[in-house]
Every structure is written in structure tokens, then in C-alpha cells.
């Protein structure tokens, strides 16, 4: 233990003390502290052991830059071969990290923000080398935990507080205050620890003062077992039932191939740590039902590991029952195991109340499957992680009144594996909701597809934040749908950046409406026949964006709008702001219209751009509409043919409210707007330009039929270059 008060002792009996390098006195969270200064302060322990056992780190940190990285609280780590150390920064800003080099993982990371400026913060690093496991806290609560393989390493330098001892790790110390470091000879509690935070972060309490009665409830500082009737050690071989002592208090409980229900009767349980193993040979369950209530002061996790089997690892909450977790839930399949699924249920009210983050990981073997049913609730303060490295589908379905409310972002990575499916209404319940506060970031290079599909009127996706994803991949059979066949999609600024060789990156509305603030495409990659961006709205879907479309277009396949090219009468896309293309390379860009009652609207300008690469073409069908509020813009360079064309079938009709220019240049094959039938209203002027450096660059208008080209203003033609200007 070394207070820090005025003195580098250690205050127990085995003094082990430190020798100052330069900290200074300053005033702290109890007493007087030490300041460092980064890179040149440090507290070296000389004398201090190594440790092979199970051990405890904790500590008051106040940083003044938390962006730092390689900030040492204590480190056993001089040189890099087998230590350890709890550092502040090194994962990110406001993070803490406890590595450990003989281990695998070697790191393990809290979330952002835990770690404030100008602020103390109570921090400890539970090393639990007898069990594998590794935790942090922070003010007294869990913030990560997390097990590890391997035998813990020791390290020949000497231990220090506040840096690294060898010259060479200036970077790795400490820039701000620290107080009250200790280090005890074993795994403390979660009890404990919140305990110590409490007594240190309000050491005294003044009779009669103004904090006279502001008591704290002490749980048990050591593990506490309880099982059905005694209060012995729990076999978890027995079954959770009205039999079991109520309001019972748990440590760290894990559950290994066994089933666990907790189930009639009435009573809360509280756990400090859960965890579910399971390896698939034979079920791992925890079932939770008929109104009881789990509390779990850290995390609740689930490994599902192992070589082969059938059954599997899952939590089950029904009947009314709620789960409320202090911590995070860190759900992991790592190993290849074949009929056998990690699982998440909900049915029936059920409730899961989630503090930090859900972070779920597959990288092999079956399916991992989160399922809400019957006005279940998932409620996840933090982040919804998703990373998907290999093995079979990760699916989240949400049916029947169920909902997933996210308070931080949905952040998705697939480098591997089948499919990421996240699904309203799979089994035509009444709605499913998935609410997120933040942004849904995708990274999507590897594996199969990314999926989102709403279904039923009355089911909703909304996304407050901004949607942001980098497709990178291969495979021109991979791509990212967002598909709406009925119900609700809402987001703010929505960015989609296709690249590589994948497939499709696509919005497809059915029924369904998508409402968004922005769109931003970029495509680009070599040419698949599948490798497109598209929207295609059919039935009576709306497609609305409240600001600016920009598509940039620097390859790849086609960029392609159908509006009830396959069926429906209703289908709209409402654009409110600009519509900007800008094309230099790739395939086609195709805005298609059909049937009756399509309408595309432009609430401001509506400008292509195009210097390379293939087809440009805007065709109209039957009583399909576009109507534009300011100016028609198409200039081409440089690329092959362009085309509007309006069939004649019923009566299509293409309004331009302002000034509409066609302009041909730099070897264009043909600029052709071909009225088989129906009106194209140019409200102001009618501007060709052909300034082509070839001769075959002609820009032609013909009229068939009953069309109708009105010009409410002046036609201005400029031939100064190309082939033909024709009117037919």
C-alpha cells in the first residue's frame, strides 16, 4: 500500500518502497498525492516481487490528457517480456487497458469514456490467474472482464507506479495525479471493490454534519454460494426452483454444460459475474421465467467453444421475468461446432436491462441467433457490437411487439462467415422496433451478407444518428440490402461507400416507407454483373430524403433507381433538396420508371455529370411522372450514350420547373431524348450544347405518337463541335 502522502512507503509489513524520480507533492483524493509529468516522472519499487498469483491493482488516477496513450498506473513490464500493467490510453481516449504479455489475449480494454480529465476515478485490475479471468473497474463498477489462455507471465525489471523504469519508455508514463495505489495478494470481489470505492471516495462521516446519515450498504466482501435449501457451495448440476432461498446473493457463478432454471417461486437473485460455457455436447441454459428478477453486478457472458456436438448455450428470459446487468454482455463463438447454436431469447415481457455494451462475436461454427418475441425487451445502454469472422448466419429477429432499444451506436464488422441478418417481424407477428440513439457504422470486407429487412405495417427501424458503411469486399455475390417490404425505416445522414468487387449495395422498399436526412454514395471497383448500387421501390413504397442525394460513380457496375419497375401503382421517391451525380467511370446509370402512379420529385436541382463510362438513361413508362422543382442538368464527356426516354403506353410526364441542358463533349456516341409518348415540360429554357471532338456526337430529339415537348421559355442551340443537332 503507498499512500503517497508526503512519503514513498509501503505501509504494510512487507515495505516494499519506492524511490522518487521526479513526482512532486500535490494535494489529492485523500491526502496529498504524487503529480508526474510525463516523460520524466516515475516511482521505481525495487524490491517489489513477482507475481504468479492471484492479484489485485487499484488506484486514484486524475489525468489531464486522457488521449494519451502508454499512461502507467502500476507496471511490472520493464522489459517486455513476460509483465503486466494497468495503463490509461492505450486502447483510446478515456479507456484503461490491463495487459498481460504470457497471456492470451494479452489485453483486456474498457469502453470509451470511462476516464474523464480534471476528474478522479477509482480504477482496479483484477487478475484471477486461478479461474483465467481478468476484470476492470472503474468507481467501483465493473467495466470489462474478460478470460485467457496461457500460463501468466513475470518480468526481470523492477515494478514502478506512475511509468516504466527504462530509459527507453518515456512514453509510457503517467501525465497527471495518482493516489493511494495498492496492490493485494488476491482476486478481490466486486463487493469488495465497491466497497473500498465507497469508503475512499467519502472516507468520513460527520455526526450531525450535513452527510450524517448517507450510509452505504455493505454486501458480502468474500464469495457467498447459495444453493437450494442450505448455504453451501452450489451445484450447478441442480435446478433453480421455489426451493431455492430467496434473495439470494452470488458471486461469480459459472455454468458449463448444464441447464439452470429459475423458475416459479418468488425472490431476487443477485450475481456479481455470470458466465455460460458451453461446447456443444451437451445443452448450457440459463432460463430465467415466471416474473423473477436477475441482477448481475458485472457481466453476463456466454463462450461458445468447444470441437462438436448438437445442443446448445443460451439464455432464455420469459414470462415476465427481467435480467438487469451492471456491466456488459460479451457473447463469443469461437470454434467450429456444427448443429449447435449460441443463442439470446426473449419471449413473453421478458426483460434484459443492459448497462454497458452488448458485444456479440462469431468467428466459427453454427449459428448465433438473438430472438425477442411477444413484447419482449432488450434494452442496451451502450454499444451493439457485431463481429463476424467465419462460421455459419448471425441473426437478430424481432417479432411480435418485441423491441431493441440501443443507446449508443450499432457498430458492425463482417470480414467472414454467412450472413448478418437483422430482421423485424420474421414470423409475421404484429411489430417489431428497433430503436438505436447513435450510428449504425458498417464494415463490411469479407464473408457473406449484411442484412436488413423490415416487415408488417406497424414495424419500425429507427436509426437517430447516422448511417456509415465501407463495403470492401470480393465477392460479387456479397452485398448490403436494406430491405423494407413493409413497415417503417428512419435514419439522419446516410453515407454508402461501395468499392472492391462485391455485389449489390441496395435499398429495396416493397410496401414500406425510408425516411432519411441525407444520401452520400460512392461506388467504385472493377465491373460485376451484380456489383451495382441500387434503390428499387415497388408496391406502394416511399423512398424520401429530406436534403442532398450526391452519387459519385468511379467504377464498378451500374448505379440503378426503378420505381415500380416490377409492380405496384404507387411507388415515390421524394427527394427534397439537390439530386448530383458525378460520373467518371464505371457501368450504366439507369433511373427507371413504370407503371401508374410513379413519381420521382426533385425538391431543388437535378445535375449529371459524366466523364467516362457507360450508359446514362432515364426512362419513363405508362402514367410514371418526374418532376423536378429547379434545374435539369445532364453533361457528358467522354462516355457512351445518353437517353430520356418517355413511352407512350398511357401518359408519362417529365417536368422541369426550371432551365433544362444537355450538353455533348469529349467523344459522347449520342445524346437522345426519344418522346414515344407523353410531355416533357421545360417551364424556363431549353439548352443543347454539342461541342464533341469526334463525329458521331449527336444530340437528337425525336417525337412520336402523341408527345409533347413544351419549352415555356427559350430553346438555345449551340453547335460548336461534334456531329448533328436533330430534331425528328
Not at 499512500?3 to 494535494?27: E, K, P, R
Request: charged residues 20%.
Amino acid at each position: 500500500v503507498w499512500h503517497l502522502n508526503d512519503d514513498f512507503l509501503d505501509q504494510t509489513s512487507t515495505s516494499y518502497d519506492g524511490t522518487n524520480n521526479g513526482s512532486t507533492d500535490v494535494t489529492a483524493k485523500i491526502a496529498d498525492g504524487q503529480n508526474f509529468v510525463d516523460p520524466n516522472h516515475w516511482i521505481e519499487t525495487p524490491t517489489f516481487p513477482n507475481l504468479s498469483a492471484d492479484f489485485t491493482i487499484s488506484g486514484w488516477v486524475f489525468t489531464t490528457d486522457n488521449t494519451r496513450a502508454g499512461q502507467r498506473v502500476f507496471a511490472d513490464d520493464a522489459t517486455n517480456t513476460g509483465g503486466y500493467a494497468l495503463s490509461v490510453g492505450d486502447p483510446g481516449t478515456g479507456r484503461i487497458r490491463f495487459y498481460a504479455r504470457g497471456t492470451g489475449p494479452v489485453s483486456l480494454d474498457s469502453p470509451g469514456g470511462v476516464i474523464s480529465n480534471s476528474t478522479w476515478h477509482y480504477c482496479v485490475a483484477v487478475a484471477d490467474i486461478t479461474n483465467s479471468i481478468k476484470r476492470l473497474y472503474v468507481d467501483g463498477v465493473q467495466v470489462a472482464s474478460g478470460g485467457f489462455s496461457g500460463t501468466w507471465g513475470t518480468d526481470a525489471g523492477n515494478a514502478s507506479i506512475g511509468g516504466e523504469v527504462a530509459s527507453g519508455e518515456s512514453g509510457n508514463r503517467f501525465q497527471g495525479n495518482l493516489d493511494e495505489i495498492r496492490v493485494a495478494s488476491s482476486a478481490l470481489s466486486a463487493n469488495w471493490i465497491a466497497t473500498e470505492y465507497n469508503s475512499q471516495n467519502q472516507p468520513i462521516l460527520v455526526f450531525g454534519a450535513s452527510n450524517a446519515g448517507d450510509f452505504y450498504s455493505v454486501a458480502a466482501e468474500e464469495d457467498v454460494f447459495h444453493t437450494s435449501a442450505s448455504n453451501g457451495d452450489w451445484d450447478l448440476t441442480s435446478v433453480w426452483d421455489s426451493g431455492l432461498v430467496p434473495d439470494g446473493i452470488f458471486e461469480n457463478v459459472v455454468i458449463t454444460n448444464n441447464d439452470v432454471d429459475i423458475d416459479g417461486g418468488s425472490g431476487d437473485y443477485d450475481v456479481c459475474n455470470c458466465t455460460l460455457n458451453g461446447d456443444g455436447s451437451t445443452n448450457t441454459r440459463l432460463d430465467i421465467s415466471s416474473t423473477r428478477v436477475l441482477t448481475v453486478a458485472g457481466n453476463l457472458d456466454a463462450n461458445h467453444t468447444g470441437s462438436g456436438g448438437s445442443d446448445n448455450t443460451r439464455l432464455l428470459v420469459t414470462a415476465d421475468a427481467t435480467v438487469n446487468v451492471a456491466g456488459s454482455m460479451i457473447w463469443d463463438s469461437p470454434n467450429s461446432i456444427t448443429d449447435s447454436d449460441l443463442q439470446l431469447l426473449l419471449r413473453t415481457n421478458g426483460v434484459i436491462n443492459l448497462t454497458q455494451d452488448l458485444d456479440v462475436t462469431k468467428s466459427n461454427g453454427d449459428d448465433v441467433l438473438i430472438d425477442l418475441e411477444d413484447d419482449s425487451q432488450l434494452n442496451i445502454t451502450g454499444d451493439f457490437l457485431i463481429t463476424h469472422t467465419g462460421g455459419d448466419n448471425m441473426t437478430i429477429n424481432i417479432d411480435d411487439a418485441a423491441s431493441i432499444d440501443v443507446g449508443g451506436n450499432i457498430i458492425m464488422d463482417q470480414s467472414g462467415g454467412d450472413d448478418i441478418t437483422i430482421r423485424l417481424n420474421n414470423n409475421a407477428g404484429a411489430d417489431g422496433t428497433l430503436t438505436v440513439a447513435g450510428d449504425v457504422n458498417i464494415d463490411l470486407d469479407g464473408g457473406d451478407d449484411i442484412e436488413f429487412l423490415v416487415d408488417d405495417a406497424n414495424s419500425v427501424m429507427n436509426i437517430t444518428g447516422d448511417i456509415s458503411a465501407i463495403c470492401n469486399g470480393a465477392n460479387d455475390s456479397q452485398f448490403l440490402d436494406f430491405k423494407i417490404d413493409d413497415g417503417t425505416f428512419n435514419a439522419n445522414d446516410v453515407s454508402l461507400t461501395r468499392a472492391m468487387d462485391m455485389g449489390p449495395v441496395e435499398f429495396d422498399i416493397e410496401s414500406g416507407s425510408v425516411t432519411v436526412n441525407s444520401m452520400t454514395v460512392v461506388s467504385s471497383g472493377t465491373l460485376f454483373n451484380d456489383g451495382l448500387f441500387g434503390i428499387d421501390i415497388d408496391g406502394d413504397g416511399i423512398f424520401t430524403n429530406n436534403n442532398d442525394f450526391d452519387i459519385t460513380m468511379t467504377g464498378g457496375d451500374d448505379v440503378r433507381i426503378r420505381i415500380n419497375v416490377n409492380n405496384g401503382t404507387t411507388a415515390q421517391l421524394i427527394n427534397n433538396g439537390n439530386f448530383t451525380i458525378n460520373r467518371s467511370d464505371g457501368d450504366d446509370i439507369d433511373i427507371h420508371l413504370n407503371n401508374d402512379d410513379s413519381f420521382f420529385y426533385v425538391g431543388q436541382n437535378f445535375s449529371v455529370t459524366s466523364t467516362g463510362g457507360e450508359e446514362f438513361d432515364i426512362n419513363l413508362d405508362n402514367d410514371a411522372s418526374i418532376d423536378i422543382d429547379g434545374d435539369l442538368t445532364i453533361a457528358l464527356s467522354s462516355s457512351q450514350n445518353a437517353q430520356i426516354d418517355l413511352e407512350a403506353a398511357v401518359d408519362p410526364t417529365f417536368n422541369v420547373d426550371g432551365n433544362a441542358s444537355f450538353t455533348s463533349s469529349g467523344g459522347v456516341n449520342e445524346l437522345l431524348l426519344d418522346l414515344n409518348g407523353g410531355t416533357l415540360q421545360v417551364d424556363q429554357n431549353l439548352i443543347l450544347n454539342n461541342s464533341g471532338i469526334g463525329t458521331t456526337e449527336d444530340i437528337e430529339i425525336q417525337l412520336d405518337a402523341d408527345a409533347n415537348l413544351n419549352v415555356g421559355g427559350n430553346l438555345l442551340v449551340n453547335l460548336t463541335g461534334g456531329d448533328d443537332i436533330d430534331f425528328d
